[in-house]
């Protein structure tokens, strides 16, 4: 091969790889300081130890406004199920006596088709718009997602959400595609784990 071609092929080919390596140090380093931050404000029991490829999978568990929490890095489907990627998955504890469940997504155009089957409205056009419900006690969730909690998902869905909001069994769960790895992200999952405990609080009494 001609020298000349080399000589500008070589920094073509490595110098993408260079880049993304650095992205990825400092994309590292800000997932670990999130967690950090959430050590700090919170008093969770944080581990750092656990590594996936050149990526730090953190999670971080305890107990806040009396029930246990956890914060966690995995691996696994996205929610549309085409494929398999990082997570950030936040678990509440809560009451749960009548298998009462939900799943809310964020509405779009992918999604519409195999959610909106058998969804519940909650009589908030706006918020209608924006989320997909489904659950087997449609009433039990309109007295759920009162005004409050219909103010803290648009909020949370302004700051980028396009994950996955459930009720399984004892466990109110969070998940959002890829790590904690932007200021945005963190506020997401801090205002989930506040939002959480208020419904939480409402399922006493409903």
């Known amino acids: 091969m001609d020298p000349k071609i080399l000589l500008v092929l070589v920094p ?18 800000k997932v670990v300081s999130n967690y950090r931050k959430l050590n700090d404000k919170y008093q969770l029991d944080t581990d750092l130890s656990k590594k996936v490829g050149m ?47 939900f799943k809310v997504v964020k509405r779009n155009k992918k999604n519409t088709q195999n959610y909106s089957a058998g969804s519940t409205l ?3 056009s706006e918020f209608d718009d924006k989320f997909i419900i489904t659950t087997n006690n449609p009433g039990k969730v309109k007295r759920i997602f009162d005004f409050n909690t219909k103010f803290k998902l648009d909020q949370v869905s302004a700051l ?41 609080e409402v399922m006493r009494y409903n």
């Open 160 to 200: 980028g959400f396009s994950g996955l909001i459930a009720l399984e069994g004892n466990r109110l769960i969070y998940m959002e595609p890829e790590l904690l790895a932007s200021d945005d992200s963190l506020m997401r999952i801090e205002l989930m784990m506040h939002e959480f405990c208020d419904i939480a």
């Open 12 to 29: 073509v080919l490595v110098v993408p790889w260079i880049v993304l390596y650095f992205v990825l140090i400092a994309s590292n380093k």
């Open 55 to 101: 990526k730090t999978h953190p999670c971080a568990e305890g107990i806040y406004r009396s029930r246990q929490v956890k914060i966690e890095s995995v691996v696994r489907d996205s929610v549309d199920g085409n494929k398999v990627i990082p997570h950030t998955v936040l678990t509440v504890d809560c009451a749960n006596t009548d298998n009462f469940h």
């Open 122 to 124: 909650v009589d908030d």
